[in-house]
C-alpha cells in the first residue's frame, strides 16, 4: 500500500515478473490502473466496455484464489490489443476487463 487518496479509496503498487506467454487471467480493477512497462514487451487485450459486478460474478472461475473471468471478449471488435515496451503507460479506468501476456522473458510491468 503506497497511499491512500483523500476518500480512503485503497491505492497501492505491483510490479510483475513473467515469463513468455506468462501472466494473469481477464479480470477487471475496482479502480484506476497505470500500466507501466519497466523492460522487455507485453500484450494487453483490453474489454471496450465496462463489466457490471453481476456481470464479473457470473464469470468468474470458480475455486480458484484469485477473480478470474471465464471467456469473455474474443473478437476484435470486442476487445483491443495494445503492446507495451519499455518506457509506455497504459491507463484503464475502474471495471474495465483487461488481460496482460508477456512477449519476452524479461521483468513486467
Do not use: C
Not at 513473467?18 to 479480470?27: E, L, T
Not at 464479473?56 to 470486442?78: A, K, S, Y
Not at 519499455?86 to 483487461?98: A, K, N, Q
Amino acid at each position: 500500500n503506497i497511499f491512500r487518496t483523500s476518500n480512503n479509496q485503497r491505492n497501492d503498487g505491483q510490479m510483475s515478473y513473467s515469463n513468455i506467454g506468462a501472466g494473469i487471467g481477464r479480470h477487471v480493477d475496482n479502480y484506476d490502473v497505470f500500466l507501466i512497462q519497466t523492460s522487455g514487451a507485453k500484450e494487453w487485450r483490453i474489454g471496450k466496455w465496462l463489466i457490471t459486478h453481476q456481470e464479473e460474478d457470473e464469470r468468474l472461475i470458480p475455486n480458484i484464489d484469485v477473480r478470474i473471468l471465464r471467456q469473455g471478449p474474443t473478437t476484435l471488435l470486442e476487445v483491443t490489443i495494445i503492446v507495451l515496451h519499455p518506457g509506455d503507460l497504459l491507463y484503464l479506468p475502474p471495471r474495465v476487463s483487461h488481460k496482460g501476456a508477456a512477449l519476452t522473458n524479461d521483468f513486467g510491468h
